[in-house]
């Protein structure tokens, strides 16, 4: 008999990230209408991913990501 293989619908990183949003945004607010709730998530997600990142050496993926486009640059320059 085959047994059906259950997949993990959270990882432990998106359970850290739900998280924090519960404790950050979702619990401290009391949204009037479903747009209001749409915007200040929308916010809370976008200040979370432009945060900087202890793995990206406390800078921003946008900051990262220059680097990557500078070094490239670089890169086609030298060729």
Known sequence: M???KKYRTFTPVHRVLVGQFKKR???R???ETIEQARSEITAYIDR???RPHSGLAYRTPAEVA???RDMTDLQTEAT
Do not use: D, G, L, V
Request: hydrophobic residues 35%; negative net charge; aromatic residues 26%.
């Open 25 to 27: 945004c979702a619990w």
């Open 29 to 31: 607010a009391e949204w």
């Open 66 to 68: 220059t680097t990557w």
């Open 2 to 4: 085959s047994e059906k």
């Open 48 to 50: 979370y991913h432009h």
